[in-house]
C-alpha cells in the first residue's frame, strides 16, 4: 500500500521541486569548484524518487540534471538531494545514497548500453531536525571493524551535508523563496511556531511576483498547521490579518483564505452529515438482523468514515453472524 506523503515531504517538494529555488539554492551552497565546471542554466528537475515505501515517513529526495560549461556532448551530473526530515539524524542515511547511487548507474547502463563509464552523482543531505548532526559522513566511517588490508576492497564516498537545523550555524543564502523555504523548515520543530510563522508571513510579503506570493503562502500555511499541529485555521487567520494589516497581497490572501476556510467548513459538516446518516441506518439493519447493538459498537460505527459504513452495510445482505459484517 502506498504511503502518504508527510506535510515535510509535500512542502520539500512544493519548494525545492522549484527550478528557480533550486538554482539559488545549489548556487548558494555548492563548492566554488564545482560551480566553476557546471552550468546551473540547464538545471533539470526529476520528478522519480528511490526512497523506498518503507522510508518516505523520514526522507524525501529529488534528483537534479546539470550539464557541464561548454561540453554539452558529456553526460549531465546528477545531484542527489535527500532531505532528512526525522528529528534527529540517521546512521543509515549512507546506505539509502548508495541505493540511490547503485540505481541511477543502472538507469543510466540501461539507457546507455555503448557506454563503457558511468556519470558522476553529488550527494547532498539537508537536515532539519532537533538534534545536532553526528553520524558518519563517509562510507568507510560506517563499516567496523575496518583493518587496512580490508580499506580498498569497501566502497568509499562522502555526501555534503547542509545543515539548517537551529543548532546549526549554517547562513541562510539566497532569493527571499529560497530563504524562506529553509527557514520554514529550519522552524517548523520550534515551540513557538506562532511567533515563527509570524516571521515568514513579514518575509514573504517581499516577494515581488503576486502569484508566486499566493502559491508560497498556501504551501507554507498547509505546512505549519500540518506539520506543527500546533496552529489551527483560526489561529491562522488571526496572524494573517495581524500581519498584513495594509498590505494588498496579503488581503488579497486572506480574503481568499477565509472563503476557503468557510468552504471547507460547509464541506466537512455536508460529510459528517451524511456519515451520521448512514451510520444510523446501519446501526437500525444490525438491530433488526442481530438485536440491540451495545455501546463499544455504537461508538466503533460512529467513528467510521464512509467507506467503511458502505462495506458494512453492503455485508448485511448476505452475513450471518455481526463478525462477518465488521470483520
Given at each position: 500500500m502506498e504511503s502518504t506523503p508527510t506535510p515535510h515531504d509535500c512542502f520539500f517538494r512544493e519548494t525545492f521541486g522549484q527550478v528557480a529555488i533550486a538554482g539559488d539554492f545549489l548556487h548558494h551552497i555548492l563548492p566554488d569548484d564545482l560551480l566553476a565546471v557546471i552550468d546551473l542554466d540547464t538545471l533539470a528537475i526529476s520528478k522519480d524518487t528511490y526512497v523506498s515505501e518503507d522510508l518516505r515517513q523520514f526522507y524525501a529526495d529529488l534528483v537534479y540534471q546539470v550539464g557541464y560549461r561548454g561540453d554539452a556532448d558529456e553526460p549531465p551530473l546528477s545531484i542527489y538531494l535527500l532531505f532528512e526530515h526525522k528529528s534527529r539524524p540517521d546512521t543509515w542515511v549512507l546506505l539509502q545514497l548508495l541505493h540511490y547511487i547503485q540505481a541511477s548507474g543502472e538507469a543510466y547502463r540501461k539507457q546507455h548500453p555503448q557506454a563503457k563509464r558511468l556519470p558522476p552523482v553529488y550527494p547532498l543531505v539537508l537536515y532539519h531536525g532537533r538534534r545536532r548532526w553526528r553520524v558518519p559522513t563517509t562510507f568507510h566511517d560506517l563499516v567496523a571493524p575496518l583493518p587496512p588490508a580490508l580499506a580498498p576492497y569497501v566502497p568509499q564516498f562522502r555526501y555534503a551535508l547542509h545543515d539548517i537545523s537551529p543548532h546549526s550555524d549554517t547562513e541562510i543564502r539566497g532569493t527571499v523563496l529560497t530563504r524562506l523555504a529553509q527557514l520554514a523548515l529550519r522552524h517548523i520543530f520550534d515551540p513557538q511556531p506562532g511567533q515563527r510563522l509570524r516571521e515568514l508571513l513579514r518575509l514573504i510579503a517581499q516577494v515581488l511576483d503576486?502569484?508566486?506570493?499566493?502559491?508560497?503562502?498556501?504551501?507554507?500555511?498547509?505546512?505549519?498547521?500540518q506539520g506543527t499541529r500546533q496552529l489551527d485555521e483560526p489561529t491562522v487567520r488571526a496572524l494573517l490579518q495581524e500581519t498584513g494589516r495594509g498590505e494588498p497581497l496579503m488581503q488579497t490572501f486572506i480574503e481568499r483564505y477565509?472563503?476557503?476556510?468557510?468552504q471547507r467548513g460547509e464541506q466537512r459538516g455536508e460529510q459528517r452529515g451524511k456519515?451520521?446518516?448512514?451510520?444510523?441506518v446501519l446501526l437500525r439493519l444490525l438491530e433488526r438482523r442481530f438485536g440491540p447493538p451495545d455501546e463499544p459498537l455504537r461508538a466503533r460505527i460512529a467513528a467510521a468514515d464512509a467507506d467503511t459504513l458502505m462495506i458494512w452495510s453492503e455485508r448485511i445482505?448476505?452475513?450471518?453472524?455481526?463478525?462477518?459484517v465488521l470483520h
Amino acid at each position: 500500500m502506498e504511503s502518504t506523503p508527510t506535510p515535510h515531504d509535500c512542502f520539500f517538494r512544493e519548494t525545492f521541486g522549484q527550478v528557480a529555488i533550486a538554482g539559488d539554492f545549489l548556487h548558494h551552497i555548492l563548492p566554488d569548484d564545482l560551480l566553476a565546471v557546471i552550468d546551473l542554466d540547464t538545471l533539470a528537475i526529476s520528478k522519480d524518487t528511490y526512497v523506498s515505501e518503507d522510508l518516505r515517513q523520514f526522507y524525501a529526495d529529488l534528483v537534479y540534471q546539470v550539464g557541464y560549461r561548454g561540453d554539452a556532448d558529456e553526460p549531465p551530473l546528477s545531484i542527489y538531494l535527500l532531505f532528512e526530515h526525522k528529528s534527529r539524524p540517521d546512521t543509515w542515511v549512507l546506505l539509502q545514497l548508495l541505493h540511490y547511487i547503485q540505481a541511477s548507474g543502472e538507469a543510466y547502463r540501461k539507457q546507455h548500453p555503448q557506454a563503457k563509464r558511468l556519470p558522476p552523482v553529488y550527494p547532498l543531505v539537508l537536515y532539519h531536525g532537533r538534534r545536532r548532526w553526528r553520524v558518519p559522513t563517509t562510507f568507510h566511517d560506517l563499516v567496523a571493524p575496518l583493518p587496512p588490508a580490508l580499506a580498498p576492497y569497501v566502497p568509499q564516498f562522502r555526501y555534503a551535508l547542509h545543515d539548517i537545523s537551529p543548532h546549526s550555524d549554517t547562513e541562510i543564502r539566497g532569493t527571499v523563496l529560497t530563504r524562506l523555504a529553509q527557514l520554514a523548515l529550519r522552524h517548523i520543530f520550534d515551540p513557538q511556531p506562532g511567533q515563527r510563522l509570524r516571521e515568514l508571513l513579514r518575509l514573504i510579503a517581499q516577494v515581488l511576483d503576486q502569484s508566486t506570493a499566493l502559491e508560497l503562502l498556501e504551501s507554507l500555511l498547509r505546512y505549519y498547521v500540518q506539520g506543527t499541529r500546533q496552529l489551527d485555521e483560526p489561529t491562522v487567520r488571526a496572524l494573517l490579518q495581524e500581519t498584513g494589516r495594509g498590505e494588498p497581497l496579503m488581503q488579497t490572501f486572506i480574503e481568499r483564505y477565509i472563503e476557503q476556510g468557510e468552504q471547507r467548513g460547509e464541506q466537512r459538516g455536508e460529510q459528517r452529515g451524511k456519515q451520521l446518516g448512514s451510520a444510523a441506518v446501519l446501526l437500525r439493519l444490525l438491530e433488526r438482523r442481530f438485536g440491540p447493538p451495545d455501546e463499544p459498537l455504537r461508538a466503533r460505527i460512529a467513528a467510521a468514515d464512509a467507506d467503511t459504513l458502505m462495506i458494512w452495510s453492503e455485508r448485511i445482505l448476505d452475513a450471518r453472524t455481526l463478525d462477518d459484517v465488521l470483520h
